[in-house]
């Protein structure tokens, strides 16, 4: 084996080391978090049948899933995103459970684009979902239980928002059919409004007219948009609900101290969008991409043959957060200690030593020489932040010598003393 055998696929990545260490560090403050906020974990499959992403995924996923058969011919698909399967759980397993219905999860997602800055075949996202909220507090919970995420990790953001049941019901109000509005919705979200109003206007000149009108109004004139377009609009009571579901969700949030701007033209690129929908950007960072977003999804359950129910959920980009942290997050230790044995000391000694460490949540390796000189400068190596010294003299005395790697102090400890104490020397950073 040799050659390019020794690299991941393209727009794969082999995380190790102290970006290994980011990693779990991001992944498990997501989940801490939201495990604060009343979100329990679901674990949905890697691997899923191509027809349930097919039908509301929208063009662009479409067109990148990573669809294989398996060996009985059935046409599978690496999960391009969790929304779908978390509604296939929510019908198959969670139908009956008291709502609302709050989920968290951690999943890689693949989806075959050009790799870029920012960009990978493999990625992974943080979601939220909320089952059974009709009001704007479950958009709210999801959006402020990942602000707070971001918050904890110092990374400052906004929101920019948007609500595409507007954009829909203008449309549907002309008469145009439903895979034409996924159509004109992708290109609005790639910035191609020109191509987007042409579209339109191959089927009503009005429809492209009306279009363009919503797409240059500011918040403040959403209300007298369907107040001029109330005569048209064939739903114009669940255009006004969404409208106060907007407003609602953006003052919230300036409330809360986030900024949260509208813009007509956000309507994301998934299909399966019904109303409330926003985006997560950095600021004062280099990254100028979305770190995130999400919206309602209402109904989603019914297109795969289950009754009507209320959705809302998020999905985070976590590999994008990460980059956008440029190496600020300080939390990296690899190793809280490193347990220096003397080659004539029995390893069982040691290994005593790291189950007692583990009781207060300290992590430690084990690491036999006949020189101590080399045990520490190897601890050193592995970024221990303690080397616990055991030779000789120490393992008849029942002391263990304990050196602080980051400032070079050293004193001797009491082996029954010894996990309590290195749990409070971490809390004051010093052995002095």
């Known amino acids: ?226 107040d001029e377009y109330k005569d048209v609009l064939v739903d114009v009571d669940r255009v006004i609900f969404e409208n106060e579901r907007l407003i609602g969700f953006i003052n919230n949030l300036r409330e809360l101290g986030y900024e949260a701007v509208y813009d007509p033209r956000l309507v994301r690129g998934l299909a399966y969008y019904t109303g409330l929908i926003y985006e997560y950007k950095t600021i004062g960072s280099k990254l100028r991409i979305s770190i995130g977003g999400g919206g309602r999804y209402d109904g989603l359950s019914t297109v795969y043959g289950g009754p009507y129910e209320y959705f809302t959920g998020l999905a985070l980009g976590l590999d994008r957060i990460i980059l956008a942290l440029e190496n600020s997050i300080s939390v990296l230790q690899g190793l809280d200690a490193a347990v220096i044995l003397s080659a004539d000391i029995p390893i069982s000694y040691g290994l005593k030593i790291k189950y007692r460490l583990e009781e207060y949540g300290l992590s430690s390796m084990i690491i036999v020489v006949r020189k101590i000189g080399k045990g520490v400068r190897l601890a050193s190596k592995k970024s221990a932040r303690f080397a616990l010294i055991i030779g000789k003299r120490e393992y008849s005395n029942g002391m263990i010598s304990v050196k602080d790697l980051s400032s070079g102090v050293q004193v001797e400890v009491p082996l029954e003393s010894l996990p309590f104490y290195l749990y409070v020397k971490q809390k004051f950073n010093s052995l002095d």
């Open 1 to 226: 084996m040799g050659g390019k055998e020794y690299y991941p696929p393209r727009g794969l990545r082999d995380i190790v080391g102290r970006q290994a260490l980011v990693y779990e560090y991001v992944f498990n403050e997501f989940r801490r978090i939201s495990r604060l906020h009343g979100f329990q974990p679901v674990l949905p499959p890697t691997i899923e049948y191509y027809r349930l992403f097919e039908e509301k995924s929208g063009e662009e996923i479409k067109k990148t899933m990573y669809v294989f058969e398996d060996k009985a011919g059935r046409l599978l698909a690496l999960r391009p995103e969790v929304t779908a399967s978390i509604t296939r759980i929510y019908l198959r397993k969670l139908r009956g459970e008291v709502k609302p219905i709050k989920l968290y999860y951690v999943s890689q997602c693949f989806r075959y684009e050009e790799p870029q800055f920012g960009r990978y075949r493999e990625f992974w996202q943080g979601g939220l979902e909320v089952i059974g909220v009709k009001d704007v507090s479950g958009d709210l919970e999801a959006a402020f239980t990942a602000s707070r995420f971001l918050d904890v990790l110092g990374l400052k953001h906004k929101y920019i928002v948007g609500n595409v049941a507007i954009h829909r019901s203008l449309m549907r109000s002309y008469g145009i059919p439903l895979d034409v509005q996924d159509h004109v919705l992708h290109l609005i979200d790639k910035s191609m409004i020109d191509e987007a109003i042409s579209v339109l206007n191959e089927y009503n000149v009005e429809a492209g007219m009306a279009m363009k009108d919503l797409l240059s109004r500011s918040m403040d004139e959403l209300e007298s948009f369907i």
